[in-house]
């Protein structure tokens, strides 16, 4: 901002005439008295007066000029600097979220928050890939379309390298600006900003830190979630351990009381399984029992609770099931294992169960009382002959 304003200079320039019309008889002596000197000397004094003197005001004036050009150059040096410096705040601000987020909800809601800061759109976008398959972690409000998630996977598609390996270096994709999710090597998912101009290349740098941190979230996240599930499951059947099992029928039973809605439990346990382990030995009895697993898992619901109770013994709780359906369950089930053979060193092991199945009394919260009523019932249909299905007393008699 000028010191001098319009204003200003004029009232300048008039007391400049002014001195001049005051001084005009002394200037005029000066003039007078240089050349008198220039007559008796021979000197070009008045012309050599003029060069300097326009040498210095041009002189002057390009110092002005480069004063100017270094206080813009200084300011928007620092207006930069201002730039980066928030921006590495928001970035630290959204690492420091990140790091305190242990699944990928919290994650999700991280990014929703911070995403729109960072890269300066509210049209940001993160699929992740798990399995071969793409799944939103963030999209645009207006992405909810199918077609619309379709297109997102397409441009996410394009982003890996020609041979199906998974890129490292941030492309250009339909309009996208695509940065690879990669921790330690590991793939992740794709984050999209749809390309700016020049204002997203600017930003690049600080979104391309942005994806390192959160790839390695997701990543944390996701060995978090394999932990966690380890931990829940049994490492030969894929079932559940009884202690979580335990936990879900609990809270299902609790969950059934408000809604009034059924709940039912089967228990089987594999007939003869000690015979298997004696005749073919424990591996065999292993195999047997690995089968069984896939079994339950290919012909129960992904809603249905399966569970290795120990040993050859295994439960399954089915939510919003009356009894006749879970009677029903439990006789397919039955069945399957029947014809299920299972191939060991050149010989067939076939395997049967028996089982008993119960249901939840109305305002039932104990999952002990329910589990007891289902092992008495497995206990009747040992009793009667072994590969069949008995209900609960409570409910039939069979």
Not at 105 to 111: C, G, L, N, P
Not at 328 to 350: H, I, N, S, Y
Not at 356 to 367: I, K, L, Q
């Amino acid at each position: 901002m000028s010191v001098i304003g319009r204003q200003d200079r004029l009232l300048l320039g008039g007391l400049a005439v002014a001195l001049i019309v005051v001084a005009a008889k002394p200037i005029r002596y000066l003039l007078d008295l240089a050349r008198d000197v220039e007559r008796s000397s021979g000197l070009a004094l008045i012309p050599a007066l003029l060069i300097l003197t326009v040498v210095f005001l041009v002189h002057q004036q390009g110092k002005r000029q480069e004063a100017r050009a270094r206080a813009a150059a200084a300011e928007a040096d620092a207006r930069q600097a201002g730039t980066r410096a928030a921006e590495m705040e928001r970035l630290v601000t959204f690492g420091q979220a990140l790091g305190r987020s242990l699944d990928v909800e919290a994650i999700r809601d991280v990014v929703l928050q911070h995403l729109p800061r960072l890269s300066g759109s509210d049209n940001g976008w993160v699929l992740l890939r798990s399995g071969g398959q793409w799944r939103p972690l963030v999209s645009a409000a207006q992405e909810n379309r199918r077609e619309l998630a379709a297109a997102r996977q397409r441009v996410a598609e394009q982003a890996l390298v020609a041979d199906g390996a998974w890129s490292t270096a941030a492309t250009m994709v339909d309009g996208h600006l695509c940065l690879p999710l990669n921790a330690a090597g590991h793939p992740v998912g794709i984050l999209g900003i749809p390309h700016g101009g020049e204002d997203i290349a600017a930003r690049q740098r600080i979104l391309e830190m942005a994806a390192a941190l959160l790839a390695i979230s997701l990543r944390n996240a996701q060995l978090f979630d394999e932990l966690r599930e380890n931990s829940l499951r049994d490492g030969l059947t894929g079932c559940v351990n009884r202690t979580h099992a335990i936990d879900v029928i609990d809270t299902e039973l609790r969950r059934a009381r408000r809604s009034q809605l059924p709940v039912s439990l089967i228990m089987f346990d594999l007939d003869h399984f000690k015979d298997i382990n004696d005749r073919y030995g424990h591996l065999c009895g292993d195999s047997v029992l690995a089968a069984v697993g896939a079994k339950m898992r290919e012909v129960l619901r992904g809603s249905d609770v399966k569970c290795r109770y120990g040993g050859e013994e295994f439960l399954v709780l089915l939510p919003e099931t009356p009894i006749e359906g879970a009677k029903r369950v439990a006789d397919t089930l039955r069945r399957e294992l029947a014809e299920l053979p299972v191939g060991w060193k050149g010989d067939v092991v076939q395997v049967t169960a028996s089982f008993g199945v119960s249901v939840a009394m109305t305002s039932e919260v104990d999952p002990a009382a329910l589990i007891a009523r289902a092992d008495a019932a497995l206990y009747r249909a040992k009793d009667q002959g072994r590969n069949c299905v008995r209900l609960s007393m409570d409910v039939a008699v069979v």
